[in-house]
């Protein structure tokens, strides 16, 4: 039974009804999954969510292991220039080579905002320092320490100026 409530102009509201919860919610009515309350709950069903826009000409997401996403753009003779993004810390590449700049770039910051493994780049990039892939000498022979050794020279008497064998193809 409600109590009319009186207000200007003639009107009457009803009181609001009582409303006894008897239960918090645990699931969500749109999407049936579990609420955490320190959490906001995003999906299709909840109206203030917007879902994220993912740019397609500014690199904006970081790769994995926080290094920044560099465009690459391949060039081979006689075939259109392909695109790809590359970390230039771990060399990973979320997405393979496309023929656009915002593809590549699209395919970057949706990759590297996921967990998803990413395989390494192999080939070079502009600025690679070639001098890093060379294995430091400390001046000494790369060749194993052959001076217990006797039997076939690695020249096989082919080089007369051979010092292991002095061109006769055996090491005595």
């Known amino acids: 039974m409600s109590k009319h409530v009186d207000t200007a102009f003639e009107l009457h509201f009803s009181e609001p009804p009582v409303v006894a919860v008897k239960e918090g919610r645990t699931h969500c009515e749109a999407c049936k999954e579990p609420l955490d309350p ?4 995003k999906c299709h069903g909840n109206k203030e969510y917007q879902a994220p826009v993912i740019s397609s000409t500014e690199i904006t997401a970081l790769c994995q292991c ?9 060039e081979r003779a006689g075939i259109p220039s392909y695109y790809v993004v590359v970390c230039e810390k771990c060399r990973s590449f979320f997405y393979p080579e496309v023929a656009t700049q915002e593809s590549a770039i699209h395919g970057w910051n949706v990759g590297a905002s996921s967990a998803v493994t990413a395989p390494k780049w192999l080939a070079a990039l502009p600025g690679d320092d070639e001098r890093a892939n060379i294995i430091a000498s400390d001046g000494k022979p790369s060749h194993p320490d052959l001076t217990d050794y006797t039997g076939a ?3 096989e008497g082919q080089d007369p100026a051979c010092t292991l064998c002095q061109g006769t193809g055996v090491i005595e």
């Not at 926080?66 to 391949?74: A, C, N, S, V």
């Open 38 to 41: 320190a959490v906001m709950h």
């Open 66 to 74: 926080g290094g920044k996403g560099i465009l690459h753009k391949i």
């Open 153 to 155: 020279c690695v020249c």
